[in-house]
């Protein structure tokens, strides 16, 4: 399938494919601070001295989550925490490398330095210059939440966060649920984390909040915002694993910016 250019104003450069040219050009690694005036210009207010890419996702995430939820947008729960990460690459021109991890029937290898990506029977698919929902589109294919848990080519475990400890979570951390049945994922980005204000006397961060898709009966449900309270949450010392209530293995993630940065 060819995969074709879309216009949006957040894709400013829509230029017609020429051999191998790649759907955006990498000038920047997620932990280079950021220098140039343009992008200090994009973050605004946000900017702060010795801030770096990575320190700029966590402001920018919640903001793309936003625009989307505003819009009302009907995603999966994997598909919509991929396509933020992909938008923001694009918007500050970094590096975004995903290859499967499963020895056999591997899926396809994205690199936005490339032309598109070859499917699994060879066939090579093109994506437009500039058209980053296009790549977008075609990691989410492939890709979903069993991926996003289980793929350190994709993401990587944060073991800071403990949720007794619950100040070390931040926006942009991934969190990706595996259910008890053992087939059902789910996957979610933190779009904020806030201390309650009712009758609340410690300084500890009492809940946070994501933005997140869902299916119903296999279809994209519209997105929506879900509050949860860290006391869901328990931290096991002796195996190091993170339960939600009695139903869901949970681990507390981070996209792997330093091997998208390494393998550019």
């Known amino acids: 399938m060819q995969l074709k250019a879309t216009k949006s104003k957040d894709s400013p450069v829509q230029m017609k ?7 955006w050009t990498t000038t920047n690694n997620w932990g280079d601070q950021i220098k140039r005036k343009d992008h200090k210009i994009r ?9 770096t890419y990575t320190d700029a996702w966590r402001i920018m995430a919640p903001k793309l989550q936003q625009k989307y939820l505003d819009k009302k947008t009907k995603i999966d729960c994997a598909d919509f925490s991929m396509r933020v990460m992909v938008e923001f690459a694009y918007m500050f021109e970094l ?11 591997t899926d396809p290898s994205f690199n936005n330095d490339a032309g598109g990506y070859k499917e699994k029977n060879g066939k090579w698919i093109d994506i437009e210059t500039g ?21 350190r080519k994709m993401t990587s475990i944060n073991k800071d966060v403990k949720f007794n400890e619950g100040d070390n979570l931040q ?8 259910y008890d049945n053992g087939t059902t994922y789910h996957s979610q980005t933190v779009s904020e984390v806030k201390d309650s204000f009712w009758f609340d006397f410690d300084e500890d961060v009492d809940y946070f909040t994501a933005i997140q898709g ?3 009966d ?3 449900t519209p997105l929506f915002e879900k509050d949860y309270n860290f006391s869901s949450f328990k931290y096991n010392e002796e195996n190091e694993k993170i339960r939600y209530g009695n139903s869901a293995d949970v681990r507390v993630m981070d996209w792997n910016f330093a091997r998208f940065d390494k393998n550019r």
């Open 214 to 216: 869902s299916l119903s």
């Open 17 to 23: 494919k020429k051999d191998d040219t790649p759907v």
């Open 171 to 178: 926006p942009g951390n991934l969190l990706g649920y595996k």
């Open 95 to 105: 590096p975004v490398r995903v290859d499967d991890y499963k020895a056999e029937g």
């Open 218 to 220: 296999g279809k994209p």
């Open 43 to 51: 973050l605004g207010k946000d900017f702060k001295k010795d801030m």
């Open 131 to 151: 058209d980053w929902k296009g790549f977008a589109d075609g990691m989410q294919k492939h890709y979903g939440a069993a991926d996003l848990y289980n793929n």
